[in-house]
């Protein structure tokens, strides 16, 4: 049986919920670097020694918007593959509801781009939600290589190839165009007569032809 949270534990969760949410607003808004901890206090209501007990930097605050958003991505992928019979088609269904994701979440992958600069200026150690962040991330990776294990299991995909190396490719290939999608919008499938959809749909195609799929 669960645990039932005591009324502290409730409003601290609540706090950390609504700083949360606010530092997202404000990233997305006016961007990292141009974010202030004192904006940030006066977005959400709270002074910035309150923040200070929960998060140790702008920093700190940076990850748990991303460990937020890429949880949400996380449950996304394990939804949209429910329906999926064969290992092939539930690397289909993963990569359409990543991309349904990206459309619809645009601003994360922009803060993704930031990551090693922000890296870079404080050792990701004495961050909190670094460690939370790139453990949701793990699990993501575990997620999209389980499925490949699958197809190369059931013979969906091709057989002649570590699936782990082709999951971890597939999965690179697949967000380096999310962020070039990002960067230029349809400006760059245009040329081809594409909006970005259909140039998604048909790069993840191509993918899986390769890989021996349908």
Not at 117 to 122: E, L, V
Not at 133 to 138: A, S, V
Not at 189 to 207: K, N
Request: include cysteine; aromatic fraction near 12%; proline fraction near 2%.
């Amino acid at each position: 049986m669960e645990k039932k949270m005591s009324r502290q534990e409730r409003e601290r969760l609540q706090l950390i919920q609504t700083v949360t949410r606010h530092a997202e607003e404000l990233f997305r808004q006016n961007g990292y670097e141009n974010t202030t901890l004192d904006a940030l206090a006066m977005h959400s209501e709270y002074t910035k020694r309150t923040i200070y007990r929960y998060f140790v930097s702008k920093e700190d605050l940076y990850f748990a918007v991303m460990f937020k958003g890429h949880n949400q991505l996380l449950e996304v992928v394990q939804a949209g593959i429910k329906n999926g019979r064969t290992g092939n088609e539930k690397i289909a269904m993963a990569y359409k509801a990543s991309f349904n994701f990206f459309n619809d979440n645009g601003w994360l992958f922009d803060l993704v781009a930031q990551l090693q600069a922000i890296k870079q200026k404080r050792d990701p150690g004495e961050l909190p939600y670094y460690e939370k962040y790139t453990g949701c991330l793990d699990l993501l990776h575990k997620e999209i290589i389980a499925l490949f294990v699958m197809a190369h299991d059931d013979k969906s995909i091709r057989t002649d190839i570590d699936p782990q190396r082709l999951g971890y490719s597939s999965a690179l290939i697949m967000n380096g165009l999310f962020h070039m999608l990002r960067l230029y919008g349809d400006r760059f499938p245009q040329r081809l007569d594409m909006d970005a959809e259909r140039f998604a749909g048909f790069t993840a195609q191509f993918l899986f032809q390769a890989l021996g799929g349908q």
